[in-house]
T-cell receptor
Framework: AQKVTQAQTEISVVEKEDVTLDCVYE???????LFWYKQPPSGELVFLIRRNSFDEQNEISGRYSWNFQKSTSSFNFTITASQVVDSAVYFC?????????????FGKGITLSVRP | DTGVSQDPRHKITKRGQNVTFRCDPISEHNRLYWYRQTLGQGPEFLTY????????KSRLLSDRFSAERPKGSFSTLEIQRTEQGDSAMYLCASSFPRTETSGSYNEQFFGPGTRLTVL
């Protein structure tokens, strides 16, 4: 069975602070995909990033960066110089490779509040 | 707008009534997923279709729930004899499966959801 754990439930920071959102996953699949989604107050889930299990290269996109470490089964997300617009619930998710395994297993989410 | 759309956005119903939700996926996507999200939780998988075939159903999908995708395009999710525990956000997502040439797989794009309140 697949499992995603987001141990942090709520994080509050002041604008311009850096913040890291943690994600730990469990799977028996050798090929799998990891995702981060953002859910702003409007409710719609917004896709941020996908990584596959064979690519441990860290990725940076503007103020966002992701650190994937298979050795610790972690896929952490860092926002640099946070902004008020970053306030949202962030979900880490996991899926397998094919067919029925393509469904997403989500963590419980982390509520990030960025104060001006 | 070429994203995933869902209708209605909000539904309030009385316990025991039947409700039906509709999802229109991104047109070239042949996979369609339904998820349910309750307050303070992440979305949980309910069922998925590849074209018109329903290939998996979660144990969360009791016999009061039924989903269809008759022509492999839009999908409907029906809940019969609603209960207060059915109150949740129902999310639809679509994706395009991996091919040798597509180079991308499994980004599921989500619609805005239908928020169901059962009184």
């Amino acid at each position: 069975a697949q499992k995603v754990t987001q141990a942090q439930t709520e994080i509050s920071v002041v604008e311009k602070e850096d913040v890291t959102l943690d994600c730990v996953y469990e799977t028996r699949d050798t090929t799998y995909y990891l995702f981060w989604y953002k859910q702003p107050p409007s409710g719609e889930l917004v896709f941020l990033i996908r990584r596959n299990s064979f690519d441990e290269q860290n990725e940076i996109s503007g103020r966002y960066s992701w650190n994937f470490q298979k050795s610790t089964s972690s896929f952490n997300f860092t926002i640099t110089a946070s902004q008020v617009v970053d306030s949202a619930v962030y979900f880490c998710a996991l899926s397998g490779d094919t067919g029925a395994n393509s469904k997403l297993t989500f963590g419980k989410g982390i509520t990030l509040s960025v104060r001006p | 707008d070429t994203g995933v759309s869902q209708d209605p956005r909000h539904k309030i119903t009385k316990r025991g009534q039947n409700v039906t939700f509709r999802c229109d996926p991104i047109s070239e996507h042949n996979r369609l997923y339904w998820y349910r999200q309750t307050l303070g939780q992440g979305p949980e998988f309910l069922t998925y279709f590849q074209n018109e075939a329903q290939l998996e159903k979660s144990r969360l999908l009791s016999d009061r729930f039924s989903a269809e995708r008759p022509k492999g395009s839009f999908s409907t999710l029906e809940i019969q004899r609603t209960e207060q525990g059915d109150s949740a956000m129902y999310l639809c997502a679509s994706s395009f499966p991996r091919t040798e040439t597509s180079g991308s797989y499994n980004e599921q794009f989500f619609g805005p959801g239908t928020r169901l309140t059962v009184l």
